[in-house]
């Protein structure tokens, strides 16, 4: 094999490559903020801030707070929501899906899982333009051609009463004598 310029050129490029990462690893400090040190492992840190240093590190540990008895009763329900609202559309689409199923049958699963994804979409919608009307939290249900809405926060008036109704009108067509509102 014949060594010539190109070989020479490449052969100089890939030495002086490998010598500047040996430099940057001897000469880059061990805990420059980009990897922590043995010190800093295990410590939290916010995420949105800058990595900090022994120097900035806070000295305690933030305080978490529990949820309020409201917080765990919205998430409680919204998850036993979500659960039943799962099963029944899994139920669905197994329904439709199934080899076995008539073609009645599979129209009519077929059929209720468009109704449960709108029902789902419609709830979500709700309880998003409620809670931009100040309240703190809100949950929806809709079922049987009726809704029931409860929310926490501000304090319910007539008019936020009729908010609420004419949002929930408008996301379902449902009449105003067929939804309720609870404050908790």
Not at 57 to 84: D, N
Not at 85 to 96: K, T, Y
Not at 116 to 137: P, R
Request: proline share 3%; glycine share 6%.
């Amino acid at each position: 094999m014949k060594f010539g310029k190109k070989e020479l050129i490449i052969s100089v490029l890939v030495a002086a490559l490998g010598a500047a990462v040996y430099l940057n690893w001897q000469l880059t400090p061990k805990s420059s903020g980009i990897y922590p040190s043995d010190e800093d492992l295990g410590t939290a840190h916010y995420v949105n801030a800058a990595i900090a240093t022994k120097d900035t590190a806070p000295k305690e540990p933030a305080v978490v707070s529990e949820p309020s008895e409201e917080e765990e009763y919205f998430s409680r329900v919204r998850l036993e929501r979500q659960k039943t609202q799962d099963e029944l559309i899994s139920l669905a689409r197994s329904v439709a899906q199934s080899e076995t199923t008539s073609g009645e049958a599979k129209a009519q699963a077929v059929a209720q899982l468009n109704s449960l994804m709108n029902i789902v979409n419609q709830q979500s919608n709700i309880e998003g333009l409620v809670i931009s009307k100040g309240f703190d939290d809100c949950v929806a249900y809709i079922q049987n051609g009726e809704c029931s809405v409860v929310v926490s926060g501000k304090e319910l008036k007539s008019d936020s009463l009729t908010a609420i109704k004419d949002i929930v009108t408008s996301q379902t067509g449902i009449s105003f004598d067929k939804i309720r509102v609870t404050h908790l």
